[in-house]
C-alpha cells in the first residue's frame, strides 16, 4: 500500500489553476458581518469596508474570502476578519460557527441575486461581534461603522453591489434590528 501525500504546503492555488477551478466548480466561501453590540447583545453598529468588489467596481462589502483546503470554518472566519479588520479587531468567533444564512454567488446575477461575475461560489454568512480597535488592511481602502437604520439607507445601499444589501437586511432581521 502506498503512502498518500499529505503535505498542505502548497494550499494555495495559482491565478491559472482557481480560474479552470472556478470554470468547473462552486469555491466555499466565509462572509462576515461585523458588529458592535452593547452590554446587553445589540447591535449598535455594522462595520463595512470599501474596497474593489469581484464586478471590478468600488464597493461596500463585508468581510469575505475562500475557505482553504484544510482549513476549519472557524479558522477561515478568524483569517478573514482579522485580514480584513485589523489584527487588533479582536472578533468573536464562536466555538461551533452556524452560519445564519448562505449565500449562492453566480455569474448571472438572475440565478439567485448574488453576483460573482468570476465563479459559482457557495458562502456561508455570519453575524461576528468583535471588540478591538478595527483598520482596513489589505485591500480595502476605508472601514466604516453604520447604525442599522444607516446601514439600510439609500446613500449607504446604493454603494454595494453583488446582493450584499440583501445580506444586511437579512443580517439585521436575524439579529431584531431591521428598522
Not at 468547473?24 to 447583545?41: C, F, H, T
Request: net charge negative; charged share 20%.
Amino acid at each position: 500500500m502506498s503512502e498518500i501525500d499529505t503535505a498542505t504546503d502548497s494550499i494555495w492555488l495559482s491565478s491559472d489553476n482557481l480560474e479552470q477551478v472556478r470554470a468547473q466548480m462552486p469555491i466555499v466561501y466565509v462572509e462576515a458581518v461585523p458588529v458592535r453590540v452593547d452590554a446587553l447583545g445589540n447591535v449598535t453598529n455594522i462595520g463595512l469596508l470599501l474596497r474593489q468588489a469581484a464586478d471590478g467596481s468600488i464597493s461596500r462589502l463585508i468581510v469575505s474570502g475562500r475557505v482553504i483546503h484544510g482549513e476549519r470554518i472557524r479558522d477561515a472566519l478568524l483569517r478573514h476578519c482579522e485580514k480584513d479588520l485589523g489584527p487588533l479587531a479582536l472578533p468573536r468567533i464562536p466555538v461551533n460557527p452556524a452560519p445564519f444564512t448562505i449565500a449562492e454567488y453566480f455569474p448571472d446575477n438572475e440565478v439567485t441575486g448574488f453576483y460573482d461575475p468570476r465563479q459559482h461560489a457557495v458562502s456561508l454568512i455570519y453575524i461576528v461581534p468583535v471588540d478591538g480597535e478595527c483598520e482596513p488592511t489589505q485591500e480595502a481602502l476605508d472601514l466604516a461603522w453604520y447604525t442599522p437604520a444607516e446601514v439600510v439607507s439609500p446613500s449607504v445601499i446604493g454603494q454595494m453591489t453583488g446582493g450584499q444589501d440583501r445580506i444586511l437586511r437579512v443580517a439585521l432581521a436575524h439579529v431584531g434590528q431591521l428598522p
